[in-house]
């Protein structure tokens, strides 16, 4: 049995001008979006199935489809 470790210091890292801009507009502008389209965020798996699943919500009552999922549409 081999055991390897790598051990390497964090690199300093500075932001370019038009990054701290850019983020000082976002944060005056108060408004946040996330957006996911991996395949984790696909119907029918992750976060949101646990609190269902743990929910008094009946599955059956969801109808979940994923036929409308298409990767062809995206950049």
């Given at each position: 049995?081999?055991?390897?470790?790598?051990?390497?210091?964090?690199?300093?890292?500075?932001?370019?001008?038009?990054?701290?801009?850019?983020?000082?507009?976002?944060?005056?502008?108060?408004?946040?979006?996330?957006?996911?389209?991996?395949?984790?965020?696909?119907?029918?798996?992750?976060?949101?199935?646990?609190?269902?699943?743990?929910?008094?919500?009946?599955?059956?009552?969801?109808?979940?489809s994923?036929?409308?999922?298409?990767?062809?549409?995206?950049?």
């Amino acid at each position: 049995m081999f055991k390897v470790t790598y051990d390497q210091q964090q690199q300093d890292h500075k932001p370019a001008p038009e990054n701290l801009e850019a983020r000082q507009w976002l944060k005056e502008t108060k408004f946040d979006l996330f957006v996911h389209w991996g395949l984790y965020s696909c119907l029918g798996d992750g976060e949101w199935m646990k609190i269902i699943k743990a929910s008094r919500i009946k599955y059956s009552t969801i109808k979940i489809s994923t036929e409308h999922i298409w990767t062809t549409n995206f950049d």
